[in-house]
């Protein structure tokens, strides 16, 4: 997999989508902001349509979210790690490059600085950015012997109770080989994007997005020796719910939740589709790192 592909292979950018959820002021400025000053140089703006709901005043054409890919470019997604994941899921069916305006909390996802988006993003835009690709998961609930459901994530998927602090019983077969029961509040399945989401607050270790590798992290164990195993990303991995468990849910990035019953089958893999991430040419993720969890500057 390549990554970080320099700025003078990579073409500009014509056409640019805007989409993010407008629940607060400042995030409804900067589209607004966004919108004006790309129609000002000539590029071609679509708006995702219920983004546009919330913009009274956009002219721009308004496309659904799983269509953006076939008149856009680029796609600028302004608001916190949660709008980009909910937007990457489908954009990523749609190989549809995608940028963050951070808007939200932490900003893991989002790297453009909304007090010098402009500058930021004209630079991209001409063609001065890399790209990553980052992988997501798959989950397929079987009933029977029967599908029953599916979600996608690019963080992580988790199987747990939908009661708080309620220990469940599962198998876990990684390849079709039996690696272990458990008895936990729940198993957490991750990306290496998600090694810094709820992952990392359960004890996994943070993968840089170059590792092709699935973390195994599970909830509050009932044993000392249970520790997070780390996989190859082409691995799958089977998780089969005790017969004695009540109904359990199995959640796609803390969004899509889906009900696993007694005696059912999740088979976990890695989808056929990749995000592609655009980042600025000084994107740094270590630098990233620093910023969002504290960690300690240079001493000389």
Known sequence: MKKNITASTLPAFKRIALLGKVNHSATENTLAELEQLLLQRGYHVVLEERTAEQLAHSSCPTYPLAELGEVADLAVVVGGDGNMLGAARILSEQNLPVIGVNRGNLGFLTDLDPDQVESQLLDVLAGQYRLERRFLLQAEIYRGGHHENAGRAINEIVLHSDKVAHMIEFEVYVDD????????????????????????????????????????????????????????????????????????????????????????????????????????????????????????????
């Open 177 to 300: 080989q039996f690696v272990y029961s458990q008895r936990s509040d729940g198993l957490i399945i991750s990306t290496p994007t998600g090694s810094t989401a709820y992952a990392l607050s359960a004890g996994g270790s943070i993968l840089t997005p170059g590792i092709e590798a699935i973390s195994i992290i599970p909830m509050f164990p009932h044993t000392l020796s249970s520790r997070p195993l780390t996989l190859p990303s082409s691995s799958k991995v089977l998780l089969r719910a005790a017969p004695s468990n009540e109904p359990l849910q199995l959640s796609c990035d803390g969004h899509l939740r889906m009900h696993v019953e007694p005696g059912d089958e999740v088979i976990i893999k890695r989808f056929s589709h990749e995000l592609v991430l655009v980042h600025p040419l000084d994107y740094c993720y270590y630098r990233v790192l620093r910023n969002k969890l504290g960690w300690g500057s240079r001493l000389f």
